[in-house]
């Protein structure tokens, strides 16, 4: 048997398999509350639920964390009660989901806010695209967070996670990742701050680490991830420099004293061979440093995850794409059958379509 296909225990987890489905956006909570909706957000995660884990959309802690239409968010009742549906669905077809906690940063815009302007470390535009409800439109000047600013933030991420357990779900992910708030703190390109949440590499981390145990106050560390993208690089507005992977060591290797429930990292998004600043292997560079559980994500299928475990650079392999298009992703990989091919135009659409309505090799064989 492939090794991605083997149950995976610790004290923290317990899964079926090392097949774990990654965070994705999908912008199907098209409804004023931005609640998850029933008959959608519960059919697509429980087509899903024989993955070793599910780590859900990222979903927001608050209003202003929002940077996208017809997302779902962790912060009202009305969003709780429609997560409790996806959930209890999820854990009837014997499923694991986690939650992840999202806030973008500077990856919005003033229209999402009502005119005000999105919170980051420092008043850098990323000069990135952003999605709003009148269209695309172009990333603004953001605003400097104050210390109340970067406190209420750490305030609605632990009570997001509270919600999260009142939800149901078996854990948490922080969205560390990917050029949103935590990664605009933690690259010096981004974050020019003055305060002790900027200069040294302790300081860029520490809005991270203050979020991290005001978390723990609430849920056990066993039910918290958390995701980064160290060689990010020229998407999202990250830009990487000489300090960036020295920070992510030094996070990761503080991590070691969390007893988290996983991290869960990313391979280089885009070609970073000419970018010397860049690790290029991140699993094989990562794994010797962190003693937990290691996720690894980024163009993996089978063959390349089995290989990954095998080696032992990693321990779970999230796939992304290809659990858009293959809801019985795992049962694929066990009959080593093919897999479907996922629609990109579909992907930030509203309804079914491109949703709910891929096959099961189940249902095509009967069909
Ligand atoms: C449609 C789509 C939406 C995504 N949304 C998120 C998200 O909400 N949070 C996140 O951490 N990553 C998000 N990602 C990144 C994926 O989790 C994953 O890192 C990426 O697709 C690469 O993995 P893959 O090659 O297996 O697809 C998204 C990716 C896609 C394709």
Do not use: C
Request: a neutral charge; proline letters at 5%.
């Amino acid at each position: 048997m492939k090794h991605v296909l083997k149950a995976y225990n610790n004290k923290n987890l317990n899964l079926a398999n090392r097949v774990v489905m990654a965070p994705m956006t999908r912008s199907r909570a098209d409804n004023p509350k931005n609640k998850p909706m029933e008959g959608l957000h519960d059919v697509y995660y429980a087509q899903r639920a024989s993955a070793g884990l599910i780590i859900t959309e990222g979903s927001q802690v608050s209003k202003e964390a929002v940077g996208y239409i017809n997302t779902a968010g962790i912060h009202t009742q009305a969003q709780i009660d429609g997560w409790k549906k996806v959930v209890n669905k999820v854990h009837a077809e014997g499923g694991k989901i986690f939650i992840q906690l999202w806030h973008v940063g500077r990856i919005s815009h003033p229209d999402f806010h009502n005119g005000k302007l999105p919170l980051a470390p420092s008043a850098l535009n990323p000069n990135a695209d952003v999605y709003t409800p009148e269209g695309p439109k172009k990333t603004v000047i953001p605003k400097e967070m104050t210390q109340e600013d970067i406190d209420n933030t750490i305030n609605d991420f632990k009570q997001a996670a509270k919600n999260a357990i009142e939800a149901g779900f078996d854990g948490i992910e922080i969205h560390s990742s990917n050029g949103y708030l935590f990664h605009q703190f933690f690259n010096a390109t981004s974050n020019k701050r003055t305060d002790k949440y900027g200069g040294s590499i302790e300081n860029r981390a520490r809005f991270f680490f203050e979020v991290l145990d005001a978390i723990k106050k609430v849920i056990p560390s066993s039910k918290i991830g958390a995701r980064f993208n160290p060689s990010l690089h020229g998407l999202f507005g990250m830009e990487m420099d000489e300090q960036t992977i020295p920070t992510f060591e030094y996070i990761i290797n503080k991590l070691n004293d969390y007893d988290l429930a996983y991290i869960h990292l990313s391979e280089p998004f885009t070609d970073v061979s000419n970018v010397p600043y860049a690790v290029k292997h991140i699993a094989k560079h990562f794994r010797p440093m962190y003693k937990g559980t290691l996720m690894i994500n980024g163009g993996f299928n089978q063959e390349k995850a089995h290989k990954v475990i095998e080696e032992g650079n990693a321990d779970l392999v999230s796939f992304g794409k290809l659990y858009v298009s293959n809801p019985d992703l795992v049962e694929r990989f066990s009959a080593d059958s093919e897999l479907a091919e996922w629609d990109n135009d579909t992907f930030y659409t509203t309804g079914k379509e491109g949703y709910t309505d891929y096959p099961k090799l189940k249902e095509l064989q009967d069909a």
